[in-house]
């Protein structure tokens, strides 16, 4: 069974870090491309950072040079490391795997985490 559960969400001041997890259920994770994205009030859901089976990186324009995500295939975790935090990095963030390619790959979101950056 596939579940993905994130942790470390939290209320900070601008300019300060925060480190969010995705704990997968198994070791299934070593085999899917893993995601972050965050949804803001009103907003539609974007995509963050993208990891992919080997270790390439993508980020948005938005978190470029200030996030960092990671994988670590013997944990089944994936980690998210947010410096320089700024209110519009407020929102609720989910991990999402992908298991396999094309457009009928299934995907597997957790219940999110809430990040809020305060001026």
């Known amino acids: 069974q596939v579940q993905l559960v994130e942790t470390g969400g939290g209320l900070v001041q601008s300019g300060q870090s925060l480190k969010l997890s995705c704990a997968a259920s198994?070791?299934?994770?070593?085999?899917?491309?893993m995601s972050w994205y965050r949804q803001a009030p009103g907003k539609q859901r974007e995509a963050v950072a993208i990891?992919?089976?080997?270790?390439?990186?993508t980020y948005s324009d938005s978190v470029k040079g200030r996030f960092a995500i990671s994988r670590d295939n013997a944990k089944n975790i994936l980690t998210l490391q947010m410096n320089n935090l700024k209110p519009e990095d407020t929102a609720m963030y989910y991990c999402?795997?992908?298991?396999?390619?094309?457009?009928?790959?299934?995907?597997?979101w957790g219940q999110g985490t809430q990040v809020t950056v305060s001026t």
């Open positions: 198994g070791s299934w994770f070593r085999s899917a491309t």
């Open positions: 990891i992919g089976l080997d270790y390439q990186t």
């Open positions: 999402k795997a992908v298991l396999g390619i094309g457009t009928f790959a299934p995907d597997y």
